[in-house]
T-cell receptor, first 121, second 111 residues
Framework: GAVVSQHPSWVICKSGTSVKIECRSLDFQATTMFWYRQFPKQSLMLMATSNEGSKATYEQGVEKDKFLINHASLTLSTLTVTSAHPEDSSFYIC?????????????????FGPGTRLTVL | GENVEQHPSTLSVQEGDSAVIKCTYSDSASNYFPWYKQELGKRPQLIIDIRSNVGEKKDQRIAVTLNKTAKHFSLHITETQPEDSAVYFCAASLGDYKLSFGAGTTVTVRA
């Protein structure tokens, strides 16, 4: 149980285009999902917290108009990188928290998606 | 916000030896401390976690210790094996469930 998927796994796009990344919790309901960005050989940096049915909460320094987050259902959150530029090239990872605590670990555990490798040319 | 520092950045050990990674956190209100293993291009994988009401937790060759007074926690891997080679991240979380990650430790186990 507690599986999170992401789609696509990788994407290459031209500068100026928009890219949508989907994050799905497959076997549990996730009222809260998180979006991270990871540059090569660096740590995961939290970009935003996505709450089902409400606006996302962005971390300081993250442009909310550039990284659009929609969490329309208990199993799906999407991240849209608008007007992408080469500096947006990164590994984007989502995670979901199993609100019901059905995971095998502690109540706080987050389950990570496999990540999406974005390359902007 | 929470600030997590992790040391060392790289660690090379002989197969069979132990590996220790240390992290400190800044916010005394943090109450959840997971450790993740990440292989190149893959998702972070939870290997062990500890909550603030526990001082130590062990799972086979992996153990984590927490010192709330000093605000630091450590990962201990015993009897290291080549498949333990990866990047390890510590993290800390406040009651809002957001995770703040350390910078990571690249562990290399030499055969």
């Amino acid at each position: 149980g507690a599986v999170v998927s992401q789609h696509p796994s990788w994407v290459i796009c031209k500068s100026g285009t928009s890219v949508k990344i989907e994050c799905r919790s497959l076997d549990f309901q996730a009222t809260t999902m998180f979006w991270y960005r990871q540059f090569p050989k660096q740590s995961l940096m939290l970009m935003a917290t996505s709450n089902e049915g409400s606006k996302a909460t962005y971390e300081q320094g993250v442009e909310k108009d550039k990284f659009l987050i929609n969490h329309a259902s208990l199993t799906l959150s999407t991240l849209t990188v608008t007007s992408a530029h080469p500096e947006d090239s990164s590994f984007y990872i989502c995670s979901a928290r199993d609100f019901a605590g059905a995971g095998t670990s502690s109540y706080n555990e987050q389950f990570f998606g496999p990540g999406t490798r974005l390359t902007v040319l | 916000g929470e600030n997590v520092e992790q040391h060392p950045s790289t660690l090379s050990v002989q197969e069979g030896d132990s590996a220790v990674i240390k992290c400190t956190y800044s916010d005394s209100a943090s109450n959840y401390f997971p450790w993740y293993k990440q292989e190149l291009g893959k998702r972070p994988q939870l290997i062990i976690d500890i909550r603030s009401n526990v001082g130590e937790k062990k799972d086979q060759r992996i153990a984590v210790t927490l010192n709330k007074t000093a605000k630091h926690f450590s990962l201990h891997i015993t009897e290291t094996q080549p498949e333990d080679s990866a990047v390890y991240f510590c993290a800390a979380s406040l009651g809002d469930y957001k995770l703040s990650f350390g910078a990571g430790t690249t562990v290399t186990v030499r055969a």
